[in-house]
């Protein structure tokens, strides 16, 4: 894609001046006022395009140095024009979003990574975190990809840095794991797949957030555990949000629980609610520098804490990047103690602020993620990442393995939904590369209930509400979970189809994401969700091959989680529909069985993981599920016997067309099912 012969170096100092510099790739130039080299290397399909840069002395007087933000912008020819360009770019200091165009030029500021569909194939590209700086892509010209660098920190007259990686696939998710790929090879960034997901984020769990903001108390949460006692609602986490510590001016003033809201601390109100309810694990809130504007000065945290404290330049008081550990571990010991065992970390993506002026950017970045993760083995690493999308707190966290997805739900702002799915399904083109990622919270009492759950559902991520008291509605969460809270969690993120990354759903077409779920012992499930954000209907096309983790040359059966209807098909079959304004729909594709087709509890989004096994012979199938409940069979033959551990319930099958359905109570624990049917078809 890119011109391979000569780049453009545009390199600004402090004293104001800019100089400029095209240098053949590869070639060393010795210029008026830098030394400047561009290299690049391939492995694997992977181009990685480094800059190697000197400021040249001058006198004592005239030291030259580097601006402090964005001091180097780097200019590369495009040789290969794309036809389309999705580019996803921080909006906010925390959060990325993608932006939709044609053109180089309109590439947004800050994007850090973009991929750009070619005539035949598909180009990701990746800016990189280096040793001190962070490369972006912006737009400039027409035809040429520009990077922008930036440490933070002024005083630099060397720059060694890798600027990005390129790759290409015929898909996008083929070019973006292969760019993460090299990277993990490159700096041993731990991907997902070797990242561990604490327990308690396999379960339901609720949030105080939205329930209560800042006014959280004991009797608060002690009001909504009786709420979720009442009405057993099987969540097996709580965490407490902002608000619990005591503050000043958004300063962390004490580690210990607000005495005026915790009189006695968290110990016996967790005890209590443990024995009341099916709550397992407390965990709490903090922001990353304690509280957002850091540490109060002269309080009993700065006191206790001063030699794991910096003080940065703006005079605020955070974490010493370095030191820090010392503070998140005497903190993560305390909480400990009072019952807490995860926390979840927010507005990680302020490492710029925090130490802009004492740090380089990227070194601040990796230092302080690897702090807070020491401090936090006190907890066995059980961490949600949060305000962290950033690149450089993305490779910055060395083993945990939640990061959040997107902006926050706005349970009061109108049509919110559409932004936050928007952010979550193309977010996760690159985000899951690296991360589980939390799809944030929702209410169950909302216009948007339904819609919320199933992105839940099919997130491949943690799933937790944030209800007021008395709003949990129970059968909203029910497709989500096991009778026991656990979910019924699909292997990554969900994330849309190849047809839909290159076109904004806000204004065109219907947005389909996708995901997998293991299903029985060898076999692998899927499905497609269909969510239409524009303001008129929609149609659209579906194939279980667009569904990458399937095997096109197998038979499936189609499953419509709306209507309760099958059609047959093969992997590479394409089947229409249509969905209304703002309507979404769920299809699952479960490979075809010898006799019948079990797509497991089939009043659950992820159903079909609940199979855990099942073998046939002729006429007879049997299946074991994880637990009982409503049970779907598809075949064009007739059930002629039916058993349910053994006993004869045949009667209780229900025959419509190819859709046999047994409803059974939902219960915990191994359900062993077998179907005897006849010879002839339906």
């Given at each position: 894609?890119?011109?391979?012969?000569?780049?453009?170096?545009?390199?600004?100092?402090?004293?104001?001046?800019?100089s400029?510099?095209?240098?053949?790739?590869?070639?060393?130039?010795?210029?008026?006022?830098?030394i400047?080299?561009?290299?690049?290397?391939?492995?694997?399909?992977a181009?990685?395009?480094?800059?190697?840069?000197?400021?040249?002395?001058?006198?004592?007087?005239d030291?030259?140095?580097?601006?402090t933000?964005?001091?180097?912008?780097?200019?590369?020819?495009?040789?290969?024009?794309?036809?389309?360009?999705?580019?996803?770019?921080?909006?906010?200091?925390?959060?990325t979003?993608?932006?939709?165009?044609e053109?180089l030029?309109?590439?947004?500021?800050?994007?850090q990574?973009?991929?750009?569909?070619?005539?035949?194939?598909?180009?990701?590209?990746?800016?990189?975190?280096?040793?001190?700086?962070?490369?972006?892509?912006?737009?400039?010209?027409?035809?040429?990809?520009?990077?922008?660098?930036?440490?933070?920190?002024?005083?630099?007259?060397?720059?060694?840095e890798p600027?990005f990686?390129?790759?290409?696939g015929?898909?996008?998710?083929?070019?973006?794991?292969?760019?993460?790929?090299?990277?993990?090879?490159?700096?041993?960034?731990k991907?997902?797949?070797?990242?561990?997901?604490?327990?308690?984020?396999?379960?339901?769990?609720?949030?105080?957030?939205?329930?209560?903001?800042t006014?959280?108390?004991?009797?608060?949460?002690?009001?909504?555990?009786?709420?979720?006692?009442?009405?057993?609602?099987?969540?097996?986490?709580?965490?407490?949000?902002?608000?619990?510590?005591?503050?000043?001016?958004?300063?962390?003033s004490?580690?210990?629980?607000?005495?005026?809201?915790?009189?006695?601390?968290?110990?016996?109100?967790?005890?209590?609610?443990?024995?009341?309810?099916?709550?397992?694990?407390?965990?709490?809130?903090?922001?990353?520098?304690?509280?957002?504007?850091?540490v109060?000065?002269d309080?009993?945290?700065?006191?206790?804490?001063?030699?794991?404290?910096?003080?940065?330049?703006?005079?605020?008081?955070?974490?010493?990047?370095?030191?820090?550990?010392?503070?998140?571990?005497?903190?993560?010991?305390?909480?400990?103690?009072?019952?807490?065992?995860?926390?979840?970390?927010?507005?990680?993506?302020?490492?710029?602020?925090?130490?802009?002026?004492?740090?380089?950017?990227a070194?601040?970045?990796?230092?302080?993620?690897?702090?807070?993760?020491?401090?936090?083995?006190?907890?066995?690493?059980?961490?949600?990442?949060?305000?962290?999308?950033?690149?450089?707190?993305?490779v910055?966290?060395?083993s945990?393995?939640?990061?959040?997805?997107?902006?926050?739900?706005?349970?009061?702002?109108?049509?919110?939904?559409?932004?936050?799915?928007?952010?979550?399904?193309?977010n996760?083109?690159?985000?899951?590369?690296?991360y589980?990622?939390?799809?944030?919270?929702?209410?169950?009492?909302?216009?948007?209930a339904?819609k919320?759950?199933l992105?839940r559902?099919i997130?491949g991520?943690?799933?937790?509400?944030?209800?007021?008291?008395?709003?949990?509605?129970?059968?909203?969460?029910?497709?989500?979970?096991?009778?026991?809270?656990?979910?019924?969690m699909?292997?990554?993120?969900?994330?849309?189809?190849?047809?839909?990354?290159?076109?904004?759903?806000?204004?065109?077409?219907?947005?389909?994401?996708?995901?997998?779920?293991?299903?029985?012992?060898?076999?692998?499930?899927?499905?497609?969700?269909?969510?239409?954000?524009t303001?008129?209907?929609?149609s659209?096309?579906?194939?279980?091959?667009?569904v990458?983790?399937?095997?096109?040359?197998?038979k499936?059966?189609?499953?419509?989680?709306?209507?309760?209807?099958?059609?047959?098909?093969?992997?590479?079959?394409?089947?229409?529909?249509?969905?209304e304004?703002?309507?979404c729909?769920?299809?699952?594709?479960?490979?075809?069985?010898r006799?019948?087709?079990?797509?497991?509890?089939?009043e659950?989004?992820?159903?079909?993981?609940?199979?855990?096994?099942?073998?046939?012979?002729?006429?007879?199938?049997?299946?074991?599920?994880?637990?009982?409940?409503?049970?779907?069979w598809?075949?064009?033959?007739?059930?002629?016997?039916?058993?349910?551990?053994?006993?004869?319930?045949?009667?209780?099958?229900?025959?419509r067309?190819?859709?046999?359905?047994?409803?059974?109570?939902?219960?915990?624990?191994?359900?062993?099912?077998?179907?005897?049917?006849?010879?002839e078809?339906?």
């Amino acid at each position: 894609m890119i011109d391979r012969k000569v780049w453009t170096a545009e390199i600004l100092f402090q004293n104001g001046n800019m100089s400029s510099a095209a240098v053949p790739v590869g070639r060393r130039s010795d210029g008026r006022t830098a030394i400047l080299c561009f290299s690049l290397e391939e492995k694997d399909g992977a181009l990685t395009g480094r800059i190697d840069l000197e400021v040249k002395d001058r006198t004592l007087e005239d030291v030259p140095f580097l601006e402090t933000v964005y001091p180097v912008r780097v200019r590369i020819p495009v040789a290969e024009m794309p036809e389309k360009i999705t580019a996803i770019y921080l909006f906010s200091p925390w959060w990325t979003r993608p932006a939709f165009t044609e053109k180089l030029s309109e590439i947004p500021k800050y994007t850090q990574a973009a991929f750009f569909k070619m005539e035949e194939d598909c180009v990701f590209v990746l800016p990189l975190v280096g040793s001190a700086f962070r490369t972006t892509l912006t737009g400039g010209g027409d035809d040429e990809l520009v990077f922008e660098m930036t440490a933070g920190l002024g005083g630099i007259r060397k720059v060694n840095e890798p600027l990005f990686i390129m790759t290409r696939g015929k898909t996008a998710h083929e070019a973006a794991e292969k760019a993460f790929r090299e990277l993990s090879r490159q700096t041993g960034l731990k991907l997902r797949k070797d990242r561990r997901i604490p327990e308690m984020a396999k379960y339901l769990g609720w949030c105080s957030w939205d329930a209560f903001y800042t006014e959280v108390s004991e009797e608060k949460l002690r009001e909504k555990a009786r709420e979720i006692r009442d009405k057993k609602v099987p969540f097996r986490w709580i965490l407490i949000d902002d608000g619990w510590f005591t503050a000043r001016d958004k300063t962390l003033s004490d580690l210990r629980p607000d005495p005026v809201k915790f009189p006695e601390g968290f110990q016996s109100m967790i005890a209590d609610i443990k024995k009341e309810t099916s709550v397992t694990w407390f965990g709490v809130w903090h922001a990353l520098g304690g509280y957002w504007d850091g540490v109060a000065e002269d309080s009993a945290a700065a006191l206790s804490e001063a030699p794991y404290l910096y003080e940065n330049p703006a005079g605020k008081l955070v974490p010493h990047p370095v030191k820090g550990s010392g503070f998140y571990r005497d903190w993560y010991e305390l909480l400990k103690k009072e019952g807490i065992s995860f926390v979840k970390v927010d507005g990680q993506g302020a490492v710029p602020f925090y130490y802009r002026n004492g740090f380089p950017l990227a070194r601040a970045a990796r230092d302080i993620g690897f702090a807070l993760e020491s401090g936090a083995s006190v907890m066995d690493g059980s961490v949600i990442n949060c305000m962290g999308m950033p690149m450089e707190n993305i490779v910055s966290r060395p083993s945990t393995a939640i990061s959040r997805n997107s902006d926050d739900f706005f349970p009061l702002k109108e049509e919110s939904f559409m932004e936050h799915l928007l952010q979550n399904a193309y977010n996760s083109l690159y985000h899951n590369e690296v991360y589980c990622c939390d799809w944030d919270m929702f209410w169950t009492k909302h216009e948007a209930a339904g819609k919320h759950a199933l992105l839940r559902g099919i997130s491949g991520g943690p799933v937790y509400v944030s209800d007021r008291v008395g709003e949990t509605d129970p059968e909203v969460l029910k497709p989500l979970t096991y009778t026991d809270g656990r979910i019924l969690m699909m292997e990554r993120s969900a994330r849309p189809t190849e047809d839909c990354i290159f076109t904004d759903p806000l204004f065109e077409g219907a947005l389909k994401i996708h995901n997998f779920g293991l299903y029985g012992e060898e076999e692998k499930a899927g499905g497609i969700a269909v969510y239409n954000l524009t303001g008129t209907e929609q149609s659209f096309r579906l194939s279980p091959s667009q569904v990458p983790e399937l095997d096109p040359g197998k038979k499936y059966w189609i499953w419509d989680f709306r209507q309760k209807e099958a059609l047959a098909g093969e992997g590479k079959d394409t089947f229409s529909g249509s969905v209304e304004a703002g309507g979404c729909r769920w299809y699952v594709f479960v490979p075809r069985g010898r006799n019948g087709t079990c797509i497991g509890l089939s009043e659950k989004y992820a159903g079909f993981t609940a199979v855990e096994t099942q073998f046939s012979k002729a006429g007879t199938d049997t299946v074991v599920l994880k637990e009982s409940g409503t049970v779907t069979w598809l075949s064009d033959c007739r059930p002629v016997r039916v058993t349910a551990q053994g006993i004869d319930v045949t009667a209780q099958m229900e025959s419509r067309g190819p859709v046999h359905t047994l409803r059974l109570p939902e219960e915990a624990g191994r359900a062993v099912l077998t179907v005897t049917w006849a010879e002839e078809e339906v």
